[in-house]
Structures are given as C-alpha cells and as structure tokens.
C-alpha cells in the first residue's frame, strides 16, 4: 500500500474473533471483490466516503467532528498509555522517524502511576 508522508508500510496483524468475522463476511458476499469494505456500486471506498461515513457517526453519536485521522493518534495514545515501548508505537504506526512517535508519550502521565511502589 503506497502511503502519504514517506510512511513505512507496515502490516497490522488480525487473528482470533475479528479474522474469523471477516472470513465470514467476505464468505457472504456474492462479489469476488477483493476489497473488504465496497461502495453500493461495487467499488472500493474512497478517502472522501470513509470521511463522510464517519462524520454521519459521530453526528448520530453526539460527538463533534471526527476525522478517519484521529483513529490513528488514538491507537498511538492508547497504546503509549497502556505502557507499550516506544519502538513497537512506532513500528505499529509506520513512523519513519521517533520523533513522531515520541508525541504520543508526551501526554501519557498516567504510564507513571505506581512506578515508585512495590
């Protein structure tokens, strides 16, 4: 997959529940499209659809304006505040340089909590 920014290609593993629901789904459909998420025309979604399906979401959710985007800073969030090493963030997302990466740990005061206690 050709990437913006210069970004590395990386692959993001799927196993156990998501995999077999997947295996289902595309066992369901009657294209032979390889693409897992299609338009109502048989296409592949296009960066435009995937933002005005997101912001049809949120809207119905309540919550402001959400960007395809900000899932990714939110992976990047989630797993700095969850402890996971800053090399293997930065794997996950494709960053060329850490420097990006670091921004996500910035903010994770909480990977603190108990690390004078025994």
């Not at 009657?30 to 296009?46: C, H, K, N, V, Y």
Request: proline share 5%; charged share 25%.
């Amino acid at each position: 997959m050709r990437r913006l920014k210069n970004g590395l290609s990386v692959e993001q593993p799927i196993a156990g529940d998501e995999l077999r629901a997947i295996k289902r789904y595309l066992g369901s459909r009657s294209d032979a499209m390889p693409w897992l998420f299609i338009s109502e025309r048989g296409q592949p979604l296009t960066r435009q659809s995937v933002n005005y399906l997101m912001a049809i979401a949120a809207t119905r959710a309540g919550l402001p304006a959400v960007r395809p985007h900000m899932l990714r800073h939110s992976c990047g969030y989630y797993l700095a505040n969850r402890g996971y090493d800053l090399r293997l963030i930065q794997d996950y997302l494709g960053h060329r340089d850490p420097r990006h990466t670091v921004h996500y740990t910035r903010t994770a005061a909480s990977r603190f909590d108990g690390l004078w206690r025994r």
